[in-house]
Structure formats: structure tokens, C-alpha cells
């Protein structure tokens, strides 16, 4: 079965295709990452408006490129949340109208599920994890430990209890004028960042459980800058590099304790965040297995929801003719695919 995935819940318009039996055959991504730039964060409304600009040149650039036409598809996946909401309605209005005129089966895509199966997408060393699993989420919006189940059946563990890690990374950049988008900025300085200079709490992990925080981090980060200002180029990549290690402290810390937990030892981590290379190193130093996506499936993109798009849709699962977007969505709503 050959889906064509689109997402855009946010700003990237991502589009992609993924065949049951070939895998993952092509993806096309925009990002508005320079539209948005100058306001230091995502302006909705800009958002909505340049999906809708991106997303008819975007799908018919990606059927080139794959050698295919529209007649070759044989399901729509789509983004239905959660997310921007007028984001999510451009590409859920165009993939379920897509789908509607070719006579073909819709779904609409949990995007945090998507990003919790990337890692499953494959490639020519990618064994997936046994079921179940746990699952470490962090993206800008979500930070959540899941037990996955099996697909649709997700056990929520521990979550952020304020800001995702994600978010940190944006407020954190914004504050050291790093720009946005603010994970990637703060990486990139931290390179040249001493590690002894600063440092910074690990929030919540002197408790037990798997519930984390990171909003006292950014206050910490505030007024370690105001101390400081004007700040020289290095004292932000002294900052950078204080903040970096105690997100990625922080989640290496719960990440071994639901390894402990759960007495399952395949971790899959997920979502924007996970791209983080420093986050990535010390992880697979501290687990027996860490099994997470290539960054470029990390951070959104279309590929991840045509898969979830396409195993729901070949386990039977179809959308009506009606478009449903949803701004919050908890995972733990979503039902299992049946078997
Ligand atoms: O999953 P994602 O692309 O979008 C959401 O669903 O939220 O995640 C975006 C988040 C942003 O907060 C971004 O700053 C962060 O992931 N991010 C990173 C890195 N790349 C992206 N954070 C730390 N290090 C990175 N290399
Ligand atoms: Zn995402």
C-alpha cells in the first residue's frame, strides 16, 4: 500500500511516501524557519498561511522526484493533531480532499504517536525494539515517558511537569540571543562552551518517579545571564554548554530509572530534542540499548506520519469524509491498532 504522509502541525510542511512492502520512498520537507525567525518563535497565523503557500508545489515535487503520479497512491495520511490549529487544517483539509478525489482511504495522524514510531521506519540496521517498550518523548511541545504497549497502546510513566525540554532549549536560546529554532542554536554553542565554568540543578531527580521539570532551569538560565551581562561570546557558550548538560543530565538520569523500573532495557527516544548528539552520546553510554530515529526523523517531518498513516490504514483503520484537528490530544487517548 503506498500513503502519502503530510505534516503540519507546526512550521514545517513535511510530505512524504511510505509503501507497506518498499518502505520509506521519498520525503520533502519546508521549513519556516526563517519566516518566523525575527519574532523568536512561531506567529501561528504566518504559519498557516505559508502551508497553505508550500503544500500543493511540495506534494507534486515529492511524486516527481519518487517517479510516481497521484493515480499510484493508494492512501492519505495526515497530521490531525496535536498542534497549531490552523496549521493541522491546511494539510487535513488538502489530504482529506486529496483522498476524497482519488477515491482512496484518509487517517488522520496522531503526530506524537508518529514521532514515538519513527525509530521503527527502518533502514538496513534498524532492529525494533521488543514490545513492550519505553519510550522517552522529547519534542517542543511534549516531554513523556511512555511503556509502549504495542502500536495505539501507550502507558504514560512520567512527564514534564512544566515546560517540554524543548521549549527550555527555545527560552534558553532567546535569552542568550541565540535565535530560534533555539535547540540546534544552544548545541552548537555549548560546543565551544567550558563544562567547569557553570553549573546548573538537575531538576527533580534527587525525587523519585519520572516526572521532570524544566521551568526553574530557565530562571536559573535568566538570572545567570543577568548576572553576567553584557555577556562576551563566551560566557554564552559557557552558558550554552551548563544548560545543555543539565537537560541532558536530567533526562539520562530518568531515563535509566524507567530502564530500572520497567526492567526493560530497548530504549526508544523520540521527537526534536532527540537530535541533540550530546543527549544521544550519553545515553547509549548509560543503557544496555538506545534505540532512537537519524535526526533528520527526529525533528517534524512527513515520513513519520505516512508510516503511523500507513499501519493504521492497512490494519483496516479509515477516517470519515469529516476533517478533525485537534489542538491537544493526549497519546494515552488513542486506541490500539487492532492486530
Ligand atoms: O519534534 P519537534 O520537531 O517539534 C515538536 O513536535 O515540538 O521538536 C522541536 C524541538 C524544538 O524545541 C527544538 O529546539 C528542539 O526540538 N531541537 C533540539 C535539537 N534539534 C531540535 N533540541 C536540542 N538539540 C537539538 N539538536
Ligand atoms: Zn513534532
Known amino acids: 500500500m503506498l500513503v502519502l504522509g503530510i505534516e503540519t502541525s507546526?512550521?514545517?510542511?513535511?510530505?512524504?511516501?511510505?509503501?507497506?512492502?518498499?518502505?520509506?520512498?521519498?520525503?520533502?520537507?519546508?521549513?519556516q524557519v526563517e519566516l518566523h525567525a525575527r519574532y523568536g518563535g512561531v506567529v501561528p497565523e504566518l504559519a498557516s498561511r505559508?502551508?497553505?503557500?508550500?503544500?500543493?508545489?511540495?506534494?507534486?515535487?515529492?511524486?516527481?522526484?519518487?517517479?510516481?503520479?497521484?493515480?499510484?497512491?493508494?492512501?492519505?495520511?495526515?497530521?490531525?493533531g496535536p498542534g497549531l490549529i490552523g496549521a493541522l487544517m491546511v494539510g487535513a483539509t488538502f489530504g482529506r480532499a486529496l483522498a476524497y478525489g482519488l477515491d482512496i482511504p484518509a487517517i488522520g495522524v496522531h503526530h506524537l504517536e508518529a514521532h514515538l514510531l519513527a525509530p521503527l521506519i527502518g533502514g538496513a540496521d534498524a532492529l525494533p525494539p521488543a514490545l513492550p517498550f519505553p519510550a522517552l518523548l522529547v519534542?517542543?511541545?511534549h516531554t513523556q515517558i511512555f511503556r509502549v504497549h504495542g502500536?495505539?497502546?501507550?502507558?504514560?510513566?512520567?512527564?514534564?511537569?512544566?515546560?517540554?525540554?524543548?521549549?527550555?532549549?527555545?527560552?534558553?536560546?532567546?535569552?542568550?540571543?541565540?535565535?530560534?529554532?533555539?535547540g540546534p542554536a544552544v548545541a552548537a554553542a555549548a560546543e565551544h562552551g567550558d563544562p567547569e565554568r557553570f553549573h546548573f540543578p538537575r531538576p527533580m531527580t534527587d525525587r523519585p518517579g519520572l516526572d521532570m521539570s524544566?521551568?526553574?532551569?530557565?530562571?536559573?538560565?535568566?538570572?545567570?545571564?543577568?548576572?553576567?551581562?553584557?555577556?562576551?561570546?563566551?560566557?554564552?557558550?559557557d552558558i550554552a554548554r551548563a544548560f545543555e548538560e543539565a537537560v541532558v543530565d536530567t533526562l539520562v538520569i530518568k531515563s535509566r530509572r524507567t530502564v530500572e523500573q520497567t526492567g526493560l532495557d530497548e530504549l526508544v527516544i523520540a521527537g526534536g530534542v532527540a537530535a541533540n548528539r550530546r543527549l544521544r552520546e550519553r545515553l547509549a553510554a548509560a543503557l544496555p540499548r538506545v534505540i532512537y530515529p537519524?535526526?533528520?526523523?527526529?525533528?517534524?517531518?512527513?515520513?513519520?506520519i505516512a508510516y503511523a498513516g500507513a499501519i493504521r490504514l492497512s490494519a483496516g483503520q479509515t477516517e470519515g469524509l469529516e476533517v478533525t484537528t485537534r489542538a491537544r490530544w493526549p497519546l494515552v487517548e488513542l486506541g490500539p491498532v487492532a492486530p
Open 214 to 237: 524544566f521551568s526553574g532551569l530557565k530562571t536559573f538560565t535568566l538570572n545567570t545571564v543577568r548576572r553576567h551581562s553584557p555577556l562576551t561570546d563566551q560566557d554564552v557558550a
Open 294 to 304: 537519524p535526526p533528520a526523523l527526529c525533528t517534524d517531518n512527513g515520513a513519520m
Open 10 to 31: 507546526c512550521d514545517e510542511t513535511g510530505v512524504a511516501l511510505y509503501d507497506t512492502v518498499d518502505g520509506a520512498l521519498a520525503q520533502s520537507i519546508y521549513s
Open 151 to 182: 502500536i495505539g497502546s501507550y502507558e504514560l510513566l512520567g512527564e514534564s511537569l512544566d515546560d517540554a525540554a524543548g521549549e527550555a532549549f527555545d527560552k534558553a536560546a532567546k535569552m542568550l540571543g541565540l535565535g530560534y529554532p533555539g
Open 139 to 141: 519534542s517542543g511541545g
Open 50 to 80: 505559508d502551508h497553505i503557500r508550500k503544500i500543493v508545489p511540495l506534494t507534486t515535487q515529492l511524486l516527481d522526484k519518487a517517479g510516481r503520479t497521484t493515480a499510484d497512491l493508494e492512501g492519505v495520511a495526515y497530521t490531525s
